[in-house]
């Protein structure tokens, strides 16, 4: 029973609610737009940071370029020049000049470490990128074999020589190290066009260990995903905290140049303003409580006045003098309540009246309808005595339900009783002990203040004989399927042991049979004999009419159902890919009817193989787990469904082949098998299968089923 609710709480309620609501949500927009103006300021800062540094970086770059200029139209064997470039630009650590095959002629570097002229660089990329016709190339960050340091060259050509400037980035590295975040971490890192750390002045660490962020946040989230410029909020390369930054890139070699500051930095540094706001708000709100509690008494006072004056008109004194309320408002409904009498009688006339067109609809629908009240039957109407072959209510009325419904289905319907229910079905039995199947529905309805469960009903006894007739076409398209991989099964066996008795015939007229030839032939018969006779066997388990459930693997099921299209599937050319569970799945059900259902998807593959012509035939099968159930997927690539006929090929009798190839039934009493028989799900949809390294259209077939307890 619901619980009356207190008008004068429920308006009190509303105004301090009300109140209260405003002043947060403004508290919180103030915070927001305080938080926006904030981000607002660091994205303006750091794209100013982004453009100066990139005109560093191009400054940088430009002067490495005009440098190899001068060293290609100048230079003739000359090491001073070299020399001199090197001591004299605190951007060049090393100049390397390689003839057309890689090896070094002459060089200058400030430390050498393991490098003479003669050496063989020809494997460098930054050589081979040259020697691809390539007229200069910036390279990615690699261990230079100078001074073993992470390094960035230039190559260029010189006419039939190639020129190498590897680039210390010292003095770049020194001009990021001015732009520092609040926390005094540095602002900048730069990364190669590969992802790989370049430049990191908190922790050159990185740059030595040539730590490659291409697969993190920073490139998921930022790089790869937004235009530069862009500020996003992103997990840190180098720590578990979240960061809020933009990049842009250099025109030249690719690089990235990123920007960043602790996003949990700029959210503390607004703490003490965001507490200030609250204490506000938590101010205003108490005043907001103050003013409605003396609001809603003035209302409240006028509401008193109205209910005294409604009990009594309510208790049958119409004759009450009405005194004008403070608002015109109430004054307007006490009014309306004169009017209430008149309006009383009428609406019990239309509800009579109503009644009995209830009565009238409920006698005149297509279905089955029973009234009851606690498991006991209080009326049906005319269709119900029809469809229970009786002739008088009288039959029914105070009777149990469960007296027409078959024993094995009473659990299913005491659960179902007492709720709303979707359709489900029962066996029921009519007084004369006929059965029938039926689909039934309930929904508990109000009438006359109490609660009723009306009961709809549907035969479906004749639907669930077309349905037997379905699966046992189905089971006879089936045979004839099986029928022709029993001859492609007895093939080679029938012609080994025809061309052994021919043997035998031809030697013994020529009376060159002795009797190790005889022993001979005869084992290749009996062994041919008894392959056909096991071949018999496995045939004849797949035609057994099993009525009996019983616990089967699902594995050995599918493998059973390969070993019988074994030969077809030899003779069409498909190969058979196979990806099984370790752990055993055991299913209670018709084993058979399984088999059935992978049998009829396989052949549906292999038709699908012949008809679009295809070379290369593969059929893969796996199993695995997802969210509680256990999925078989069977797909191949044989060019897939088509789109406008995807989505009927589970309907009974639609089929694309020609009469004489099939019923259209097949996929259909799969379907009834995995959903109705195994409580599970069936779905067919296009996907690509890779074979030979590369991918091909087809269809796949998915089953779900529920892991067993």
Not at 19 to 33: A, D, F, P
Not at 175 to 200: A, E, P
Not at 247 to 263: A, E, F, G, L, N
Not at 301 to 318: L, N
Request: charge should be neutral; proline fraction near 1%; include cysteine.
């Amino acid at each position: 029973m619901n619980k009356i609710k207190s008008l004068k709480k429920e308006i009190l309620q509303l105004l301090v609610l009300f109140s209260i609501s405003v002043i947060v949500i403004i508290g919180i927009l103030t915070i927001w737009k305080l938080y926006d103006s904030k981000i607002e300021i660091i994205k303006y800062n750091q794209n100013l940071i982004l453009k100066q540094v990139d005109k560093e970086v191009e400054k940088l770059l430009s002067d490495i370029e005009n440098i190899a200029l001068y060293i290609s139209e100048n230079y003739s064997y000359n090491y001073l020049l070299l020399k001199n470039i090197v001591e004299t630009n605190n951007n060049i650590s090393s100049i390397l000049i390689l003839d057309n095959k890689g090896i070094i002629e002459d060089f200058y570097a400030i430390s050498n470490l393991n490098i003479y002229r003669g050496f063989d660089y020809s494997n460098k990329t930054y050589f081979k990128e040259i020697k691809n016709n390539k007229k200069y190339f910036w390279s990615n960050v690699f261990l230079s074999s100078v001074d073993e340091e992470p390094s960035i060259s230039y190559s260029f050509r010189m006419g039939s020589k190639i020129g190498v400037i590897m680039i210390n980035l010292t003095e770049l590295s020194n001009f990021l190290q001015r732009f520092k975040n609040t926390d005094g971490s540095h602002m900048l890192r730069i990364f190669d066009r590969s992802g790989i750390m370049i430049l990191n002045p908190d922790s050159r660490q990185f740059v030595l260990q040539r730590f490659n962020a291409s697969s993190t946040s920073l490139y998921t989230e930022l790089i790869n995903k937004e235009k530069p410029f862009t500020q996003v909020i992103f997990s840190s390369v180098t720590k578990n905290e979240n960061q809020l930054g933009a990049y842009i890139k250099v025109k030249k070699t690719d690089w990235s140049i990123v920007v960043r500051q602790s996003h949990d930095d700029i959210l503390k540094s607004l703490t003490s303003i965001i507490v200030s706001i609250v204490l506000i708000v938590l101010f205003f709100s108490y005043i907001a409580i103050f003013l409605a509690i003396k609001i809603s008494k003035k209302v409240f006072k006028s509401f008193d006045e109205m209910q005294s004056i409604t009990s009594k008109i309510a208790d049958g004194d119409y004759n009450i003098k009405l005194n004008k309320l403070h608002y015109e408002e109430l004054n307007n409904l006490l009014n309306s309540f004169n009017k209430m009498q008149e309006k009383i009688d009428r609406r019990e006339d239309n509800l009579e009246k109503s009644l009995a067109s209830f009565k009238s609809l409920f006698n005149s629908t297509m279905e089955s309808i029973v009234l009851s009240q606690n498991g006991k039957i209080i009326d049906v109407n005319d269709i119900t005595m029809k469809l229970f072959e009786t002739k008088n209510k009288k039959d029914f009325l105070n009777k149990s339900m469960f007296d027409f419904i078959e024993k094995e289905y009473h659990e299913v319907v005491k659960i179902n009783l007492f709720k709303n229910t979707e359709p489900y079905e029962v066996e029921l039995v009519r007084p004369n002990g006929r059965k029938l199947q039926a689909l039934v529905q309930g929904k508990i309805i109000e009438f006359e203040g109490e609660d009723i469960r009306l009961t709809a009903i549907i035969d479906i006894t004749e639907l669930k004989q077309k349905d037997k007739l379905l699966f046992q076409q189905s089971k006879m398209a089936s045979m004839g399927e099986m029928i022709g991989n029993i001859a492609h099964q007895w093939r080679q066996p029938l012609n080994t042991i025809s061309t052994c008795a021919s043997g035998i015939k031809f030697e013994k007229e020529f009376g060159i049979l002795d009797d190790k030839r005889v022993f001979d032939t005869m084992d290749i018969i009996v062994e041919n004999t008894q392959f056909l006779s096991k071949t018999i066997d496995d045939f004849r388990n797949f035609f057994k009419s099993n009525k009996q459930a019983e616990s089967f693997e699902i594995k050995a099921i599918i493998k059973k159902g390969l070993k019988l299209l074994d030969a077809s599937l030899k003779s069409h050319e498909i190969e058979i890919r196979e990806n099984y569970l370790q752990e055993e799945l055991l299913y209670e059900g018709l084993s058979n009817e399984f088999i059935q259902v992978v049998v009829n998807i396989i052949n549906n593959s292999k038709d699908a193989f012949i008809s679009n012509n295809i070379e290369k035939r593969v059929i893969q099968i796996d199993e695995k787990i997802e969210f509680n159930n256990y999925i078989l997927e069977i797909k191949d690539n044989a060019g897939g469904i088509p789109l406008d006929i995807i989505d009927k090929i589970f309907d009974p009798y639609f089929t694309t082949k020609h009469k004489s190839q099939g019923t259209g039934i097949g996929l259909y009493m799969s379907h009834q098998i995995i959903v109705d028989h195994m409580s599970g799900n069936i779905r067919v949809k296009n996907s690509n299968l890779i074979v030979e390294n590369r991918f091909y259209k087809g269809a796949c077939f998915r089953i779900e089923l529920p892991l067993p307890k």
